[in-house]
Nanobody, 118 residues
Framework: QVQLVESGGGLVQPGGSLRLSCAAS????????MAWYRRPPGKQRELVAEITRGGSQKYADSVRGRFTISRLNAENTVYLQMNSLKQEDTAVYYCNGGPVSGKVLFPWGQGTQVTVSP
């Protein structure tokens, strides 16, 4: 059973950067698609970015060009580099993965809070 632990969140000003990490116990390399999701205050969880085992990436329109997802299978870690942060990026960020895009297989972790505020 893969367990997911997100970290790296915090308080940052608009225009700032953060790098989120997701440590996945188990064999991350066997998961076809890993992704970052977020839950803004009062809203439903949404897909932010995903990456295949081969490195192909997809992004939500709202973050394309500002966020970069990467994975290091040997280290069982997925990253999300977030640049040019906006207040609307404020959310709890989670990682998860599965066999195809948008499908999650694992229990959700606690997530990491990102707050973008002047």
């Amino acid at each position: 059973q893969v367990q997911l632990v997100e970290s790296g969140g915090g308080l940052v000003q608009p225009g700032g950067s953060l790098r989120l990490s997701c440590a996945a116990s188990g064999i991350l390399g066997s998961v076809a698609v890993m992704a970052w999701y977020r839950r803004p205050p009062g809203k439903q969880r949404e897909l932010v970015a995903e990456i295949t085992r081969g490195g192909s990436q997809k992004y939500a329109d709202s973050v394309r060009g500002r966020f970069t997802i990467s994975r290091l299978n040997a280290e069982n870690t997925v990253y999300l580099q977030m640049n040019s942060l906006k207040q609307e990026d404020t959310a709890v960020y989670y990682c998860n993965g599965g066999p195809v895009s948008g499908k999650v297989l694992f229990p959700w972790g606690q997530g990491t809070q990102v707050t973008v505020s002047p």
